[in-house]
């Protein structure tokens, strides 16, 4: 718990591995024991509350946002005091004694609404960045870390990557985007929904705000705790998508996240996009996606604009392992911010390590 109250933006870690085929095909990292798993999570200090899997990864709701397993890639989000970068060194045990190798690192996040009351190495992006070089194994050496800046203050991009390998955007072997969306200011009438009533059952609370009819298809594991704030993770197929909020006035936040392939029907992300603004109608909202290609992040404006939400805002920077990486602001068009030109072309602070 933060002093002024909880902080809603999450810090994510996503770690990738090599193995030998035999030990993928039976389920690779996903074979890790709920001992194991725990351990992990104790580290990070935090817990799991629920859980479901099919048979291409398994996901868990967390007492502090989410973790999700695939045979040769592991994606931890968590938000309050967590620590999240501390659970790289148990990874990388239990990972070796399973024959894999780490081959890839992204950790990413936005500006905490409590800076102060985050616990080392979450004090700043600096040390965060100098505590992942220790970390690392030495074989990741392509490495780089930016901010990523907004017209506002309250939004900015983090990111840290590191590879065994270096690829031009272009040859990434990778179809896949991911979006982050990070949301504050949280329309007031909406945002009470998210606070717990006498007996509510967590499917209800999905319903009752519109988060089921975001991806209709998917499958959902959610949490309700009290007194307020929600955690969902969705499973469609191959593909994750996760909802946290923290439904508070005067720090209210939500984030959605999801994954897609660039070769979907455009109308899709789109679709998505809509039905998240639609369900929080936020004040302010930031977008990262990060891809190989340049047809997503265009479409976001497009999906959200007619919805009231002014882009105010759009930074890009190319990572050698991730892909691209654009970051755009949004604010609402009725909040008191929505005014003045937008702050594209700002100077996005990168290091090369």
Known sequence: MAVSGFEG??????????GDDPVIRMGGLRQLDFESIEEVLNAVQCTVVSAVGNQFFDS??????????YPTKIIIKTCGTTQLLKSILPLIQFSCEMGFVMSECRYTRGNFIFPKAQPYPHTNFKDEILYLREQLPIHLCYRKASVMPSKFISHSWHIFTASDKFYEISTIPNDNFTIEICMTDLDRVLARKFFKHPNMAANEMTEITGISEI?????ICDFVFDPCGYSMNGIDGDRYSTIH???????????????????????DIMNI???????????????STTSTSNEVWTRIVKAVEPLGMKCRSCTMDDFPSAGSVVFQTFTS???RQCCGGDGGGRKVATWWY
Do not use: W
């Open 60 to 69: 868990y709701v967390l007492s502090e946002s989410s973790l999700f397993v």
């Open 215 to 219: 991806n209709p298809n998917a499958l």
């Open 245 to 267: 909020v923290t439904p508070e006035d005067g720090f209210s936040y939500a984030s959605y996240e999801c994954v897609g392939s660039i070769y979907d029907d455009s109308n």
């Open 9 to 18: 933006f999450e810090k994510r870690l996503e770690l990738h591995f090599s």
């Open 333 to 335: 068009c009725g909040s």
């Open 273 to 287: 996009l809509k039905k998240v603004v639609q369900v929080f109608r936020p004040g302010t909202m930031s977008i």
